[in-house]
């Protein structure tokens, strides 16, 4: 089946580091992949998504590109913020529409001044 | 945007009972919800997904018993936690396409049990 796999966390860095969280995935066909984020307390927000291969998703200083040939979906941030401490989970939808994500065990990253 | 709403956010009860976690599509129509639990430290596991109109399609080694899904209405499912044990203390999130044929998610907030 399907299958999301991120880097064990938990992630700490200094301010202004540059992040990187590795994830890779097993799907049939043509997947979507996403970036979920979950601030302390709160649900999931999308961070980023990208549907075909080569598309670079992109968001609050955030990146990923889609890489069909090493079916990888990296996140990436050049200079990170206290307030991008949360847990970051890497996703996949195999399907075109209405249907469940398949979500990696998620990335603590902590952030320190 | 498209927002789910979650209710209740915090619920605490007593080993035997039965809880009640309401889900809202607040300004869209979802014929379709998906529940997942989110054990501590751990990924989002899908329990079922949720059909406006029919029955809940329960993901294996789900009880269907124990975790009923009704989905009454475009705008609302809800999930019963029957005779709550301890076991069963954990995370629960629920989301939904926010426009038919949507390949991306909305989640609600979620919904933290804990039973005693």
């Known amino acids: 089946g399907d299958s999301v796999t991120q880097m064990e966390g938990p992630v700490t860095l200094s301010e202004e580091a540059f992040l990187t969280i590795n994830c890779t995935y097993t799907?049939?066909?043509?997947?979507?992949l996403f970036w979920y984020v979950q601030y302390p307390g709160e649900g999931l927000q999308l961070l980023l998504k990208a549907t075909k291969a080569d598309d670079k998703g992109s968001n609050k200083g955030f990146e990923a590109t889609y890489r069909k040939e090493t079916t990888s979906f990296h996140l990436e941030k050049g200079s990170v913020q206290v307030s991008d401490s949360a847990v970051y989970f890497c996703a996949l939808s195999d399907q075109m529409g209405n249907t469940p994500l398949v979500f990696g065990k998620g990335t603590r990253l902590s952030v320190i001044a | 945007g498209a927002v789910v709403s979650q209710h209740p956010s915090w619920v605490i009860c007593k080993s035997g009972t039965s809880v009640k976690i309401e889900c809202r599509s607040l300004d869209f129509q979802a014929t379709t919800m998906f529940w997942y639990r989110q054990f501590p430290k751990q990924s989002l596991m899908l329990m079922a997904t949720?059909?406006?109109?029919?029955?809940?399609?329960?993901e294996q080694g789900v009880e269907k018993d124990k975790f009923l899904i009704n989905h009454a209405s475009l705008t609302l499912s809800t999930l019963t936690v029957t005779s709550a044990h301890p076991e069963d203390s954990s995370f629960y999130i629920c989301?939904?396409?926010?426009?038919?044929?949507?390949?991306?998610?909305?989640f609600g907030a979620g919904s933290r049990l804990t039973v005693l």
């Open positions: 949720s059909n406006e109109g029919s029955k809940a399609t329960y």
């Open positions: 989301s939904a396409p926010p426009a038919i044929g949507a390949n991306v998610l909305t």
């Open positions: 799907a049939t066909g043509y997947p979507s």
